[in-house]
């Protein structure tokens, strides 16, 4: 692994887009925003590239990775579209829907980024550096969030920059992340399927549909060989462990509050940070990772989860503490 990399961080003008698509065609490793998070990028059809995002982040090999198109043309010359497919990414392309489908015949993208799957994670991200990027590139760029593997993923560059200064090439600074969590993941084969929740709400997605979602059953993740990213039972934890549901808060915890209800204990907490005060599930979704990261910092015991409600993006924000409380 290339450890001790003098890692450049560019404000994200057009002279750092184009300076990052060189990079990307050199085989080098780019840290970009998409309106979800940050994502560490390599050139689709470079094998030695990819290898790099798994060492950089010590990343399982088995753990496929998104790959991310500037329109759907380019999607086409990389997954078939059946009509269900091509009925979703009409509605939300550009976006923060991820599609696995099967590949085409001649699929560009390297077997390391599939983990040898006939399917092929895709999306066109909504975020305008991201798709700036795509474009001054020309190709695939497949792009995992932009962190070391299982910790809480960046909503900013200088997230990026705390895991992984020193193993990238390049970190495109773009500011702050609109969404907040990673895109959400449909498995589109005889009929769409939720593999992983994310930001766009499910109840949009059905409202396109017209029907209910298909859901993965609870023993179908199997982490041996997952069938999207984010799948592994414990991910996005910090280091500190995370109680979920806390209704108060122990000697030495930080809280992840939600809402303007405070909990007994609350005025003694090592230090508490609110999700949303209003109750917003969406502002929650924006805050949760670098909330995370930021009571990780703490030295607390535990940090102590507060109940977030499960409709719209809070049914993602769930998904995630919940695959962080799983520990490391």
């Given at each position: 692994?290339?450890?001790?990399?003098?890692?450049?961080?560019?404000?994200?003008?057009?002279p750092a887009v184009a300076e990052a698509a060189k990079c990307l065609g050199a085989g080098g490793?780019?840290?970009?925003?998409?309106?979800?998070?940050?994502?560490?990028?390599?050139?689709?059809?470079?094998?030695?590239?990819?290898?790099?995002?798994?060492?950089?982040?010590?990343?399982?090999?088995?753990?496929?990775?998104?790959?991310?198109?500037?329109?759907?043309?380019?999607?086409?010359?990389?997954?078939?579209?059946?009509?269900?497919?091509?009925?979703?990414?009409?509605?939300?392309?550009?976006?923060?829907?991820?599609?696995?489908?099967?590949?085409?015949?001649?699929?560009?993208?390297?077997?390391?980024?599939?983990?040898?799957?006939?399917?092929?994670?895709?999306?066109?991200?909504?975020?305008?550096?991201?798709?700036?990027?795509?474009?001054?590139?020309?190709?695939?760029?497949?792009?995992?969030?932009?962190?070391?593997?299982?910790?809480?993923?960046?909503?900013?560059?200088?997230?990026?920059?705390?895991?992984?200064?020193?193993?990238?090439?390049?970190?495109?600074?773009?500011?702050?992340?609109?969404?907040?969590?990673?895109?959400?993941?449909?498995?589109?084969?005889?009929?769409?399927?939720?593999?992983?929740?994310?930001?766009?709400?499910?109840?949009?997605?059905?409202?396109?549909?017209?029907?209910?979602?298909?859901?993965?059953?609870?023993?179908?993740?199997?982490?041996?060989?997952?069938?999207?990213?984010?799948?592994?039972?414990?991910?996005?934890?910090?280091?500190?462990?995370?109680?979920?549901?806390?209704?108060?808060?122990?000697?030495?915890?930080?809280?992840?509050?939600?809402?303007?209800?405070?909990?007994?204990?609350?005025?003694?907490?090592?230090?508490?940070?609110?999700?949303?005060?209003?109750?917003?599930?969406?502002?929650?979704?924006?805050?949760l990772f670098g909330y995370l990261r930021a009571l990780d910092a703490k030295s607390a015991r535990?940090?102590?989860?507060?109940?977030?409600?499960?409709?719209?993006?809070?049914?993602?924000?769930?998904?995630?503490?919940?695959?962080?409380?799983?520990?490391?």
């Amino acid at each position: 692994m290339k450890v001790g990399l003098k890692t450049q961080i560019l404000p994200a003008d057009g002279p750092a887009v184009a300076e990052a698509a060189k990079c990307l065609g050199a085989g080098g490793l780019v840290a970009f925003p998409t309106e979800t998070v940050y994502g560490l990028g390599a050139d689709a059809s470079q094998a030695g590239a990819i290898a790099r995002i798994y060492e950089a982040k010590g990343r399982p090999a088995f753990n496929p990775l998104i790959t991310h198109v500037a329109d759907l043309a380019a999607a086409r010359q990389i997954a078939r579209f059946d009509a269900t497919a091509t009925k979703l990414a009409g509605a939300f392309w550009p976006g923060p829907l991820t599609l696995v489908l099967p590949k085409t015949a001649d699929c560009p993208v390297a077997e390391l980024a599939t983990a040898g799957l006939d399917t092929v994670a895709i999306r066109i991200p909504a975020h305008p550096v991201a798709r700036a990027l795509l474009r001054e590139f020309g190709g695939a760029v497949v792009a995992p969030s932009a962190n070391i593997s299982g910790h809480v993923s960046p909503t900013t560059a200088a997230h990026v920059a705390s895991d992984l200064s020193g193993r990238v090439d390049l970190i495109l600074d773009g500011g702050a992340v609109d969404v907040g969590v990673e895109s959400t993941i449909l498995a589109c084969f005889d009929d769409a399927m939720l593999l992983r929740p994310g930001g766009l709400p499910r109840e949009e997605i059905e409202l396109v549909l017209g029907h209910p979602l298909q859901r993965l059953p609870e023993d179908a993740s199997d982490d041996a060989q997952p069938l999207a990213p984010g799948m592994l039972a414990s991910h996005y934890a910090p280091r500190t462990p995370v109680r979920l549901d806390a209704t108060s808060v122990k000697p030495d915890e930080a809280l992840l509050a939600f809402g303007p209800t405070e909990v007994s204990g609350a005025h003694a907490a090592t230090a508490v940070l609110n999700l949303s005060a209003t109750g917003d599930v969406g502002e929650a979704a924006a805050n949760l990772f670098g909330y995370l990261r930021a009571l990780d910092a703490k030295s607390a015991r535990a940090i102590a989860v507060m109940p977030v409600p499960h409709h719209g993006l809070g049914e993602a924000v769930n998904d995630r503490l919940r695959r962080a409380a799983m520990g490391r």
